[in-house]
């Protein structure tokens, strides 16, 4: 096979495992896993007894479509995708994420719930899991499924851009170009200007999956562990503080997530947008910047990726921990 074939067929399978990634999922099948392996270690005898006896006695139900597969007999891991595979049948898209407007400021924000949705936001869906979790009167099977969507929603509320929004749909209307494959335009709907990869694809799963090299979720969440070790005391003595996460994220995203970006990507003047077309075509606007995630900006994005992700691990320990105290 001729150097330039093999450089071909590479690039299609990278465009089409891209186009097919779907979108607005935080950290992705391995990241979200990750997540759930790293707060495995921190558990307390009595929070991994909680959660396993929840999972097991209202199982997922086998008639879903597992977007990840469900070849793990860890109830935990397995349970860390599942918000993603029922979202159309909650109808709780909103509740993954918070737009934090790119130039809102904490000192001048009475209340994150000025920028939740009308069906939530992911703020305020973990405290609402949280409660349900922790009320014992609650039925069993709402419970079951409240811990599964606080496993995934924390993983979601460290991922950068489920904290911030620049009328882009956290990063989603940003057409990018990452390492050798270049930005498409979805033909099923092109009035939306939807285009893959985009910037909030290639923080769900692509930085990640990179930095993880040989793609193991068990191996990164032991490294990770390792990697964070000497910070895992000031992560939990911090306490659980939900607002704090959410402007971690909204600040990170602003410092790294877009401020590594070349050419630079302004703070649009907020405004409400239902597709990508809006904000006078902010895609557009965005594709003809010709922005391209190399290996310079991975070297920058992945060392915050790897933080955010051991941060989810430790800090789902710590609710988890609390929620099944004696």
Not at 137 to 164: M, N, T, W, Y
Request: aromatic share 8%; glycine share 4%.
């Amino acid at each position: 096979m001729t150097k330039n074939l093999r450089f071909g067929l590479y690039a299609l399978a990278s465009l089409w495992l891209l186009c097919l990634s779907p979108a607005a999922h935080a950290w992705g099948c391995k990241g979200h896993q990750t997540v759930a392996l790293i707060a495995e270690k921190h558990l307390t005898p009595e929070a991994k007894q909680f959660v396993e006896a929840t999972l097991k006695a209202h199982p997922i139900d086998p008639s879903v479509k597992r977007w990840c597969g469900n070849a793990t007999n860890d109830q935990m891991v397995d349970a860390a995708t599942w918000a993603d595979d029922v979202r159309s049948q909650y109808k709780n898209g909103p509740q993954h994420y918070i737009d934090i407007p790119r130039d809102a400021k904490r000192s001048n924000t009475p209340s994150l719930a000025l920028f939740c949705e009308p069906e939530g936001c992911v703020t305020e869906a973990i405290t609402a899991r949280i409660a349900i979790l922790k009320d014992k009167s609650a039925d069993a099977a709402k419970r079951a499924d409240a811990l599964r969507f606080l496993i995934h929603f924390v993983g979601d509320l460290h991922q950068p851009l489920h904290g911030v929004d620049n009328n882009d749909h956290g990063g989603n209307c940003v057409p990018v170009q990452f390492f050798r494959v270049a930005p498409k335009l979805n033909t099923r709907h092109p009035e939306d200007h939807d285009y893959s990869p985009n910037l909030h694809s290639v923080w769900d799963s692509n930085i990640v999956e990179r930095d993880m090299e040989v793609g193991d979720p068990w191996r990164y969440a032991e490294d990770l562990d390792a990697a964070f070790a000497s910070q895992v005391a000031a992560w939990e003595k911090a306490g659980i503080r939900v607002d704090d996460w959410a402007w971690e994220s909204h600040d990170a995203a602003n410092q790294v997530t877009y401020g590594a970006l070349s050419p630079k990507v302004d703070a649009e003047a907020p405004v409400k947008t239902k597709t990508c077309a809006d904000d006078n075509d902010i895609a557009g606007r965005m594709l003809s910047k010709h922005i391209i995630i190399d290996e310079k900006y991975q070297s920058i994005a992945a060392p915050l990726a790897q933080q955010r992700i051991a941060q989810a691990g430790v800090r789902l320990a710590m609710i988890l921990n609390d929620i099944a105290k004696p």
